[in-house]
């Protein structure tokens, strides 16, 4: 019976690994899809300024308060 209790451990040790390598490849295709979006939002502002355009990124300044 001892095989038995050592295959159990073998099979929960997969799983735990399994799910680690599921979850770092997740958190990594989240960070991916993060930093592409950044990065075209940058180009585009990029794309604005060579264009010789203004206000390409206005700047939101807050609202003063009523005397």
Partial sequence: MRFGNDEER???ARRTA????FIIILVLAIAGILLVRE???KGR???CLM????NCAP?????????
């Fill in 10 to 12: 073998e099979g929960e």
């Fill in 18 to 21: 399994a799910l680690m390598g």
């Fill in 39 to 41: 990065l075209d939002k």
């Fill in 45 to 47: 502002i990029e794309d």
């Fill in 51 to 54: 264009a010789g355009r203004r």
């Fill in 59 to 67: 700047i939101e300044a807050p609202l003063r308060p009523p005397a």
